[in-house]
């Protein structure tokens, strides 16, 4: 689902249904959202043609390939191994990174691999557009 206006900006999470309110704020601020549920989805996606990426950390198993892993659970922490991907492969300064789970162990982690802001859910549509609406301004 893409529609087209101002800065474009991707949202992976397996849930993203959830915050679907979060898409008509975007599309009413006159932005460009693409969503994304599945980490295969996000790895096809061109990271260098979003002005912002919103990545979930924790995935369920069915939604994690390739970073599903039974042995070490790297699954269920797919959006820090997709983060990490990102950084390793462009020079991308605007990835958010939001979970509902150990934000003691995901907020710092997700700074050391370069993110710049961690999120804790459950977050409201409007209060998630209000912590990433800074990073949209030129």
Do not use: C
């Not at 975007?26 to 043609?49: F, R």
């Not at 991907?85 to 020079?91: R, Y």
């Amino acid at each position: 689902m893409e529609h087209e206006t101002g800065k474009k900006i991707l949202i992976i999470d397996d849930e993203y249904e959830k915050i679907k309110g979060l898409f008509k704020i975007i599309s009413k601020k006159g932005h460009t959202y693409e969503g994304v549920n599945k980490i295969e989805e996000a790895l096809e996606k061109d990271m260098t043609k979003y002005d912002l990426i919103i990545l979930d950390i924790v995935f369920p198993p069915d939604k994690s390939k390739p970073f599903k892993d039974e042995k070490t659970d790297m699954g269920r922490r797919a959006g820090i191994e997709l983060l990490r991907k990102i950084k390793s492969q462009f020079d991308l300064n605007f990835v958010v990174m939001f979970s509902a789970r150990r934000p003691d162990i995901f907020e710092p982690m997700s700074k050391d691999l370069g993110a710049k802001k961690y999120i804790q859910k459950p977050i409201s549509p409007g209060d998630l557009w209000e912590e990433i609406e800074e990073y949209l301004e030129d």
